[in-house]
C-alpha cells in the first residue's frame, strides 16, 4: 500500500472526486453542438444529490486494488518504483476495511504471511464483535459522513462553478464543469481551508447526473500545520475516474496523484502514486476470502 502518511498528505487536496486544473485543453468544442445545455444551477443541484465519498461506497464491496508508487528525481525521472496488490474486503475493525495483500512488486505474497493476515483480521474481527465497539464504530462513521457532506456542500459556496460544454467520456456523454476558487471566501470547515489554493474540472454524466472523471491541480503552496506538518506545493495534482459496476453503481476505476512538496521539517517528497481498482464484488458473509 501507498505509504499511510503520504497518502493522507496527498488527500488532504480535498474530497477524493474533487476535479481538474484550469490550465487543461478548453471544451469548447462541445459547445458547438446545436442541443442547448441543461441549466447549470439545476444541473448542479441534481449532482449533488450523487455526489458520495467513494469510501462509504466501497465498504460495500470487496475488489482488488493495486498500487503503484514511483519516487522522481529533480527531472521527474523515475528513481524508485514499488507495487502493492490487494484484496480489500469490509471489517468490523476501525478502518472499516480489512486489506489482505497478495503480491508485492510482481510476487506473490508466501502463503504463512497470508496465514498471518488472517489470523489478524479475524483476532480484529473478534475485537470490534461486541455491541459497545460496534455501536462506538458507527457512531465514528456517521460522524465522518456528516463531515464529508458538510465539506461537499461548502465545495459549491467556495467554487465558481461554470459549465464549459460536453464531452464524451469512454462512451458516456458527460457535462463539463469547470470550478475556479471564489476570491475573498473564508472557508467554514477544515477540509475547505486548501480549497482556495486547488483548480478543479468535473465531467457529469448527462443523464445520471454521476462524476465519470476528474481531474485538479495545486495552484498555490499547501502548508499544513503551519508548515510543520508538510507542504504540497504548487504543480501537484489528482486524476481519477470512475465506471458503471454491474449496471448499478458507480465505483473508482483509477486514480492517480503527483505530489511534490515536504513531510514534517525534514522528507522531501517527489512521486507519483496510482491505484487502479477491479474485481468488484458485492459483499455478503458468503465471500470467501482466497488468492489466486
Known sequence: MINS?????????????????????????AQEQDRPL???????????????????????????????????DKNGRVTKTKIEVADIFPSPGPEGTYVRVVEKDGKPVPQNELDKQDREREELRRKYSDERRRNA??????EERRKQEETIDEILLAFDISMLGRD?????????????????YKPKTSDAKVFPKIAARVWIHETEHEMVKFEATVIDDIKLGL???????????????RRKIND??????????????RILLLKGVR??????????????????????
Do not use: C
Open 5 to 29: 502518511a503520504i497518502k493522507r498528505f496527498i488527500w488532504t487536496l480535498g474530497v477524493w472526486w474533487l476535479v481538474a486544473l484550469s490550465g487543461l485543453p478548453q471544451a469548447g468544442r
Open 38 to 72: 441543461p441549466d447549470l444551477k439545476e444541473f448542479v443541484n441534481e449532482s449533488r444529490k450523487k455526489l458520495r465519498y467513494d469510501r462509504a461506497l466501497l465498504s460495500q464491496y470487496t475488489f482488488r486494488e493495486k498500487n503503484t508508487e514511483r519516487q522522481l
Open 248 to 261: 448499478e453503481i458507480w465505483l473508482p476505476a483509477i486514480f492517480r496523484a503527483k505530489a511534490l512538496g
Open 168 to 184: 464524451a467520456v469512454d462512451g458516456h456523454p458527460t457535462i463539463v464543469l469547470d470550478l475556479k476558487p471564489r476570491r475573498n
Open 271 to 292: 512521486a507519483e502514486y496510482i491505484s487502479e481498482y477491479s474485481d468488484y464484488q458485492k459483499f455478503s458473509v458468503d465471500v470467501k476470502i482466497s488468492t489466486p
Open 137 to 142: 464504530r458507527l457512531a465514528k462513521e456517521a
Open 227 to 241: 508548515g510543520l506538518l508538510g507542504r504540497l506545493d504548487k504543480g501537484s495534482g489528482l486524476t481519477g475516474e
